[in-house]
């Protein structure tokens, strides 16, 4: 039984619309996880102020503009009410990039709980939750992504990531596939 972790991504104000599908789905897997005392994490996106401002160090501040960037500490930044009610005593991870493995201690948190899998839902499905997954995947580790736990701007979008990361990485599934492989592994 591989040691597996939870991975809930940028679940903030500011994808709210995108997350209302997904919501479900994420919170059934986080109970699920809370029951059996399984390690969650959460990361949420935001900019600095160092970051917003000229010149843009940051390659997503330079592509979205400072306008189109999320701060940190704003509104946009929190995470949405259903999560934040979820968080309890798990690590969020505070990233400024689509790769919540880059410029944090979300690898060494992975490494010393010992884990093997990770699991990835979450927003954006094509953005932040695929680039996560793949560099879970780089890194060694076995990565679910979940396809009904997983939120994007469009359906075409969401559905390309899910495409991109099964053929190329690992393991797409629903969240009842993903509770059933688990629950297995227990039996």
């Given at each position: ?9 940028d ?55 400072p ?56 927003v ?64």
């Open positions: 039984m591989a040691k597996t972790a939870l991975l809930i991504v679940m903030q104000n500011v994808f709210a619309s995108m997350a209302t599908t997904a919501t479900p789905h994420i919170k059934e897997l986080h109970s699920s996880f809370e029951k059996t005392s399984r390690p969650i994490f959460f990361t949420q996106h935001g900019h600095t102020k160092e970051d917003l401002t000229p010149p843009f160090k940051n390659q997503l501040v330079r592509r979205w503009g306008e189109g960037s999320i701060r940190k500490g704003s509104k946009d930044a929190e995470l949405i009410p259903e999560m934040k009610k979820l968080v309890k005593d798990s690590p969020i991870i505070a990233k400024n990039t689509y790769d919540a493995f880059i410029n944090t201690n979300l690898g060494s948190l992975l490494e010393e709980r010992d884990i093997e899998r990770v699991i990835v839902c979450g954006l499905t094509d953005c932040c939750c695929d680039t996560t997954a793949r560099s879970a995947f780089n890194r060694g580790f076995e990565t679910w992504l979940i396809s009904d736990a997983c939120g994007s701007a469009n359906k075409k979008q969401h559905e390309a990531g899910l495409n991109g990361f099964g053929f190329a990485c690992a393991n797409v599934m629903t969240t009842s596939e993903a509770l059933s492989k688990l629950q297995k592994e227990q039996a």
